[in-house]
DNA sequence: CTGAAAGCGCTTACAG
DNA sequence: CTGAAAGCGCTTACAG
């Protein structure tokens, strides 16, 4: 065990090397048609072929993929007609359609999708594009959507492409570029805010979008949403219900409508109950647990009487308790925190986290299908809201009036 | 206000009816190729066409888009030299080349990369493969690895798509069909284990493929994975030092290699440190939070005088906390806890996770360099590991025998 | 260094 | 209902 365990270390030294290579490597040059490079492979792929001449699934003894026309040969048809049989024509008698799906079957004939799109009308490949948040994709609130996109688009029979919006994939037009190369039928953009305004383009060149959980009336995009305006609602019924009258916001951005939408749902009902409305109980926690815990920091410093805080979603909320333990405040004794979109792990942290519950994955679920409908040619506009309901855990308690020092 | 907010309550109706349908809508009839539905969108999209006689950039004057026929002719050269031009072929003049670009710019022309890939050799596109954990996406351990994906294959110029392996799609053979019919160049798996015996199958048939962060020596698959033994025995080095003796370990599934590298250094040590070993010290907790704090339960009863338990993954530690949380064990107090992954809401949990660092964004750059290396022709066995290391946090602290009813 | 022609593997009018 | 032929938009030997 010990001389494995010495090669061991030698392995971790070289990737020491790499993990330093990887990072340094930022140089992008362009890597795409290095002609010489091609030749190189084709070269050996090709020995490679003359020499594995057993006869696999799929290809001739030449070693050759088997194309329409084989199959067409084999089952005394014409290449039409086995075309029309792999795209169900009606057009195609039942016994000529089991005589040529009987040859598929048995030579292992799969059609390239390549000469497929190219001849017909479709890539049946949507793009899902979000903003360059470092580490975006590891992002549990992202992960939900993706994954309900993903299952219906398997379903629905197509592939998911996974896009990064960086300034110069915009600035280079590349976004569109996926539709105007064929890479895609559909986009579904999700993340962006008032100021990726190059979201418009999409549908200046009528190409299928959606926007997924969130919206922008004034550029007119189809949208899927959550009912966020609703969740704010109940957060505020139960916080007030629970006595609390001096409460916090930690909002996200605000280039952001559905965090737009909390903002005016806890001012209306801040201006209810306390009868008027100060800027300084709301501080923008931008999305993250660092800017959340800051946020909180602020917020507490300015109305150390604070006894709740409602925070737009759960990473910021995550923020807030990690801050409010550390200074002296007890949640949920001391302070209350609910925040917003039910992320997994919430249920696991501690306390558990009150929060309001959004359907993501069957958000991203309807969107999936949504798209794939205007691909298919619908024209409607599509503006879908779906229900969100409040979570009770133990981040939240009845109001007691806060005593420094005493806590 | 209050007659948006009506309006609202009408579109959260049908909210709660589509999530039903959403739900309910489990028939998956392929809906592919619809031949009557296809017609139809192709007469809607011509007549558009023939409306939009505005010369947009990329379009001729008659609505078609312009390929490199167009620009040969524009450029007056052949279309076998603006090819040329478009994949950087050396044999093109200086001269020629900034004629045709020049060209190229001004009509706004972007190659069909379904025609480029149909006629050339490569998609430029790998596939992420990963099993069908319900919302597989939303685990920030998958997340951070696709990330690391992502951004080096946009690099390297290639596109990523996003592939579930379900039990089906293993049995129709669809993971070869992604090579058979040309959607892409080469895979990357994320998620298996011994049992996926599935995995063989690429290598026989000689398509690229990676395996990230786990390793099949018994079936010779490429991988590049993080230091598992390394990052165990530092955990155990650590919480030697601390005084710690009666440690616990809730470990992820034995099918998984990487976990039984966990296992082994844990057995290892024990046997060193307290003369002997006994499986009741080690309880499954199959990746989750859930089975984590089940796994901690039956630890727990069955030793009360554990004074540490060492869990596999960051999950199943947070089940851990939150189940001893739950029953008297103060985290790190009567209980230290370590985790593994060092997923990021770790440092912001109560309390904050003694965890060991893995690189999985770095890991998933070089996996995704690595399978374009290999696609390009590279023909070197890849194997390849990353360091770990320990990061100290608030769950672990100094051994206090546990006195029970005390704590 | 450049051009005319064949070919990648399909689909789709258009005749029969 | 089926077949021969053109076409999708590129790349790549092969001649010049």
């Known amino acids: 065990m010990s001389s494995s365990s010495n090669e061991y270390v030698v392995k971790v030294k070289a990737g020491s090397e790499i993990m330093a290579q990887i990072m340094a490597d930022q140089s992008g040059k362009s890597s795409e048609s290095n002609v010489a490079t091609s030749k190189k492979i084709r070269k050996k792929r090709s020995k490679k072929q003359q020499g594995a001449s057993v006869s696999n699934k799929g290809t001739t003894s030449s070693g050759k993929r088997v194309g329409i026309r084989e199959i067409a040969r084999q089952a005394g048809v014409s290449v039409a007609t086995v075309s029309m049989v792999l795209n169900n024509n009606p057009k195609i008698t039942e016994a000529t359609r089991q005589k040529v799906n009987k040859v598929i079957d048995r030579v292992g004939y ?17 793009s899902i594009l979000m903003p360059t948040l470092r580490h975006a994709m590891a992002d549990p609130y992202f992960g939900e959507l993706i994954s309900g996109i993903c299952d219906r688009a398997a379903r629905l029979g197509h592939k998911v492409m996974l ?36 979201m418009k383009d999409f549908i200046e060149n009528d190409h299928p979008m959606v926007v ?21 609602e109940q957060v505020m019924t139960y916080l007030q219900q629970l006595g609390h ?6 909002h996200g951005a605000p280039e952001v409508f559905t965090a737009r939408e909390i903002i005016e749902v806890y001012k209306r009902r801040m201006t209810t109950v306390t009868g008027g409305f100060d800027t300084s109980w709301m501080a923008d926690g931008r999305f993250t647990e660092e800017h959340g815990a800051e946020a909180t920091k602020k917020l507490l410093e300015a109305h150390p009487d604070m006894t709740a805080i409602f925070a737009s979603n759960d990473k910021m909320a995550m923020g807030a308790i990690h801050y409010a333990n550390r200074h002296g405040r007890s949640v949920p004794s001391d302070l209350s925190i609910v925040g917003f979109d039910d992320i997994q792990y919430t249920a696991f942290v501690n306390p558990t986290l009150t929060t309001v519950h959004l359907p993501l994955y069957e958000l ?12 298919r040619g619908k024209s409607e506009r599509v503006r879908e809201v779906l ?7 133990e981040s939240t308690s009845l109001a007691a009036s806060y005593a420094p020092g005493v806590g």
Request: aromatic share 10%; net charge positive.
């Open 245 to 250: 009258k001096k409460i916090g916001l930690v």
């Open 110 to 126: 799969r059609p390239n999708r390549l000469a497929q799109s190219l001849s017909g009308r479709y890539t049946r490949v949507i």
């Open 364 to 375: 991203g679920v309807l969107a999936c299908e949504r798209l794939v409908e205007r691909i």
């Open 387 to 393: 229900p969100t309901h409040l979570v009770l855990r």
């Open 163 to 198: 896009e990064h919006a960086k300034p110069d994939f915009i600035r280079e037009r590349r976004h569109i570029e996926l539709f105007e190369r064929r890479f895609v039928d559909g986009v579904l953009c999700i993340g962006f805010n008032d100021r990726h305004a190059f």
């Open 212 to 232: 997924v959980n969130n919206m922008f009336p004034q550029w007119g995009l189809d949208h899927v949403v959550c009912d966020y305006r609703s969740g704010a």
